[in-house]
């Protein structure tokens, strides 16, 4: 099983690295986690096949997270695939989807696909199962906007893959990616609490409760960026492997 971080930014590009796309690819699993604006080009230059992608998730819809939806289903339009796409988030995420679609390429919502194209709702604590994968979604908090917000707990063949999402600090964090086998968590300041935002500090002070075997940063602000010698953990780069 690896993971391949497609892009690992923030909304602004910070130390120039892409929009959030996380790719899992497994002996059956084959899916993204996120797919911000940048992530088609991105996915193209890791030569990364979007053919056998079988399932995105989507955390929530900003555009950093979700843009990149309509580039990736028109990309797989025009490319002539067949085999079935599940898309896969928030409460709304259908309605989400096709305004996505009109605003960037009118009438592109109303396109008869080649290929089957599932879109589906996730609920907090509502177990839902994609094939190898199982997906159970845990509210968190990242403002008024751009919501419903959800992390993942996701297990697939074997393993436990848990990603905190854009939140500040919740304590759903904890059951969500306790004793996972890796733990993706924003970290988008180093010490300072920002509302909506959560800061490293404050994820160290609660990592023992959490437990998970590893953890990898994401979604940093250059606050963080321009500290990582001073970082004991592992922070993402785009197009970093890591096997788990």
């Known amino acids: 099983m690896q993971l391949r971080f497609v892009g690992c930014g923030d909304a602004f590009g910070s130390g120039g690295r892409l929009n959030t796309c996380f790719h899992i690819s497994g002996r059956e699993a084959n899916f993204l986690i996120d797919c911000g604006a940048s992530a088609l080009p991105a996915l193209k230059r890791l030569e990364i096949e979007r053919s056998e992608i079988d399932l995105i998730l989507i955390t929530h819809f900003h555009g950093d997270h979700f843009a990149g939806l309509p580039f990736f289903l028109l ?9 079935p796409l599940t898309v896969a988030g928030p409460r709304g995420i259908e309605t989400r989807l096709a305004c996505a679609m009109e605003v960037l390429f009118e009438h592109s919502s109303k396109t008869r696909q ?72 924003e970290a988008y300041m180093y010490e300072k609490v920002v509302k909506n935002h959560l800061s490293l500090k404050t994820l160290e002070q609660h990592l023992p409760a959490i437990g998970a075997r590893r953890l990898v940063l994401t979604h940093m602000s250059d606050d963080v960026l321009s500290r990582l010698d001073e970082i004991a953990h592992l922070a993402a780069e785009d197009g970093m492997v890591l096997v788990f």
């Open 75 to 83: 990309d797989a339009q025009f490319s002539r695939r067949t085999r």
């Open 114 to 185: 080649r290929f089957e194209l599932n879109v589906v709702e996730l609920a907090p604590g509502q177990v839902q199962g994609f094939g190898a994968v199982t997906v159970t979604p845990y509210p968190v908090v990242h403002g008024d906007s751009g919501g419903p917000f959800l992390a993942y707990r996701v297990e697939t063949e074997g393993r436990t893959l848990a990603y905190s999402a854009d939140t500040e600090w919740t304590d759903t964090l904890i059951p969500l990616a306790h004793g996972a086998d890796l733990f993706i968590a």
